[in-house]
T-cell receptor, first 108, second 114 residues
Framework: GEDVEQSLFLSVREGDSSVINCTYTDSSSTYLYWYKQEPGAGLQLLTYIFSNMDMKQDQRLTVLLNKKDKHLSLRIADTQTGDSAIYFCAEGFNKFYFGSGTKLNVKP | ETGVTQSPTHLIKTRGQQVTLRCSSQSGHNTVSWYQQALGQGPQFIFQYYREEENGRGNFPPRFSGLQFPNYSSELNVNALELDDSALYLC?????????????FGPGTRLTVL
């Protein structure tokens, strides 16, 4: 579970959808998580998905899980400038393994 | 409900010194985990404490040690500081046995080693 990979940067225009992708390695992970980190701040849990689910929707957020390919994605609908931050996917249970984070830049 | 707090916010030390970072867990939580986040990287798991006992450790040398107190607050101690120890140190508290084991993160302590 130590190789969680994400693309480093994503730039979108305000109002567009953002899709942040992640690949993970531990097929036994029960839950997979998305965290948001704003400059100078700690991590804020955005959403999580149980490993036996394919999709979870939570207001503007949609998480898709492809367990066969060990691929997780986070879609943010109607992206706002306030969504600009670094987004981390994480797997694990007691100890979490994080990706390096995707920096989302939202242009007005 | 009080969130996770950490102190100090920032700290500057020199190589070879020792440092103690502190964390107060969210009310009702009995588990605390510590992470190191180097600049531009994701957090890396250092160790976890549950009911005052170490409950798992990541790939960090023994000079990284910790304590959890009966009130579930916690300390991270780092001896013989090295330049590469410069990072944001995050603690996260959780309640063992919850369904998704959600971890609540504090704002972190920024450690600079000169």
């Amino acid at each position: 579970g130590e190789d969680v990979e994400q693309s480093l940067f994503l730039s979108v225009r305000e109002g567009d959808s953002s899709v942040i992708n992640c690949t993970y390695t531990d097929s036994s992970s029960t839950y997979l998580y998305w965290y948001k980190q704003e400059p100078g701040a700690g991590l804020q849990l955005l959403t999580y998905i149980f490993s036996n689910m394919d999709m979870k929707q939570d207001q503007r957020l949609t998480v898709l899980l492809n367990k066969k390919d060990k691929h997780l994605s986070l879609r943010i609908a109607d992206t706002q400038t306030g969504d600009s931050a670094i987004y981390f996917c994480a797997e694990g249970f007691n100890k979490f393994y994080f990706g390096s984070g995707t920096k989302l830049n939202v242009k007005p | 409900e009080t969130g996770v707090t950490q102190s100090p916010t920032h700290l500057i030390k020199t190589r070879g010194q020792q440092v103690t970072l502190r964390c107060s867990s969210q009310s009702g939580h009995n588990t605390v985990s510590w992470y190191q986040q180097a600049l531009g990287q994701g957090p890396q798991f250092i160790f976890q404490y549950y009911r005052e006992e170490e409950n798992g450790r990541g790939n960090f040398p023994p000079r990284f040690s910790g304590l959890q107190f009966p009130n579930y607050s916690s300390e991270l101690n780092v001896n013989a500081l090295e330049l590469d120890d410069s990072a944001l140190y995050l603690c996260a508290s959780s309640l063992e046995g919850t369904r998704n084991n959600e971890q609540f993160f504090g704002p972190g302590t920024r450690l600079t080693v000169l």
